[in-house]
């Protein structure tokens, strides 16, 4: 079993940044990769961003060179930062785990932040 919990979502105007944070919990074997998707209304969950154990990351297109995903291993939590947001990124953020290496596949999720940019 592994438990996510989410912070760092907000209200923020175009062109700000947020830094959402995932702190991590229990097996370590089912933490190989973590990442982050986010959903907007009205639209399918979306892949952004994830990490695998050996630092080896992958971005979704509309994020690249703005979000930039790193872990801390001695806190168990990863960060996902995101600059230059635009109206386009509101969605909730929900952080993911997988036992998989360099996966987006999820095995556990935490329970979503918001994230509201304003144009």
């Known amino acids: 079993q592994v438990q996510l919990v989410e912070s760092g979502g907000g209200l923020v105007q175009a062109g700000g940044s947020l830094r959402l944070s995932c702190a991590a919990s229990?097996?370590?074997?089912?933490?190989?990769?973590m990442g982050w998707y986010r959903q907007a209304p009205g639209k399918q969950r979306e892949l952004v961003a994830f990490i695998s154990n050996d630092g080896s990351t992958k971005y979704t297109d509309s994020v690249k060179g703005r979000f930039t995903i790193n872990g801390d291993n001695n806190k168990n939590t990863v960060y996902l930062q995101m600059n230059s947001l635009k109206a386009e990124d509101t969605a909730v953020y929900y952080c993911y785990s997988s036992g998989g290496y360099y996966s987006a596949l999820a095995d556990y999720w935490g329970q979503g932040t918001q994230v509201t940019v304003s144009s």
């Open positions: 229990g097996s370590i074997f089912s933490r190989n990769t």
